[in-house]
């Protein structure tokens, strides 16, 4: 499976990983577990420097819903996404719909300072 993560109840974080072609079917299996661990809340980091993507503009249509779908259930956790200059412009359009949600997001292209702002939000949440 091209995307792997680690939930963290303990320090209240989630770690995603994206190395491969991940297809709608991978982004959704993450989403049923993280809503199955109740993780909403935590705060989340993506490195998809290794990843791609040839999901159709209606898949990232059915993402973006989902994640829309989550702002009305929780309080949603700061978002870190690790990309590279050419994947931010393909992430924008997913990306999109989490920002609505009020809550911290940012982009880096570097995994180190995404797990320290990452972990500084982890420390600021309630």
């Given at each position: 499976?091209?995307?792997?993560w ?89 990306l ?8 911290p ?22």
């Open positions: 499976m091209p995307l792997h680690t939930i963290d109840s303990q320090r209240r974080t989630v770690e995603i990983v994206a190395d491969g072609n991940v297809s709608l079917a991978d982004a959704m299996a993450f989403f049923d577990a993280i809503e199955g661990a109740k993780a909403l809340p935590y705060t989340k980091l993506l490195d998809c420097r290794r990843g791609l993507s040839s999901m159709t503009a209606e898949e990232l249509s059915s993402i973006a819903v989902r994640i829309r779908g989550h702002h009305d259930q929780s309080v949603m956790g700061a978002f870190a996404v690790v990309a590279t200059d050419m994947q931010a412009q393909f992430l924008a359009r997913v999109g719909a989490a920002a609505v949600a009020d809550r997001i940012k982009m880096f292209t570097d995994i180190a300072p995404a797990r320290r702002w990452r972990d500084a939000q982890s420390r600021r949440a309630p």
